[in-house]
Nanobody, 125 residues
């Protein structure tokens, strides 16, 4: 099973950009579908985006479509989340997740087998 470590979070003004990274250990990274979730204070953890094993196909939550881009580099065992036009409501802890069944289109928490520790993103108004 992969182990995941996120980085790249921070404080940014509304309208700004951040790029999150998630580094995975293990030699089977390319067989995992990958996703990003986020959890705002006092709220449930919500799906943000996911990507197929090859990186060709992506899915997004409606709230981030057109602003966020998920990508992966299988040679570097890393998945990214480029976040543009950030809004205060994007403030949350962002988590990377991996699904060993390769089903990138799944959006439930229990569909993913491994999780990172999270990275804080704060967007000021």
């Amino acid at each position: 099973q992969v182990q995941l470590v996120e980085s790249g979070g921070g404080l940014v003004q509304a309208g700004g950009s951040l790029r999150l990274s998630c580094a995975a250990s293990g030699r089977t990274f390319s067989s995992y579908a990958m996703a990003w979730f986020r959890q705002a204070p006092g709220k449930e953890r919500d799906y943000v985006a996911s990507i197929s094993t090859s990186g060709i196909t992506t899915n997004y939550a409606d709230s981030v479509k057109g602003r966020f881009t998920i990508s992966r580099d299988n040679a570097k065992n890393t998945v990214y989340l480029q976040m543009n036009s950030l809004k205060p409501e994007d403030t949350a802890v962002y988590y990377c997740a991996a699904a060993n069944n390769g089903r990138y289109y799944l959006r439930g928490l229990t569909d993913y087998d491994a999780w990172g520790q999270g990275t804080q993103v704060t967007v000021s108004s």
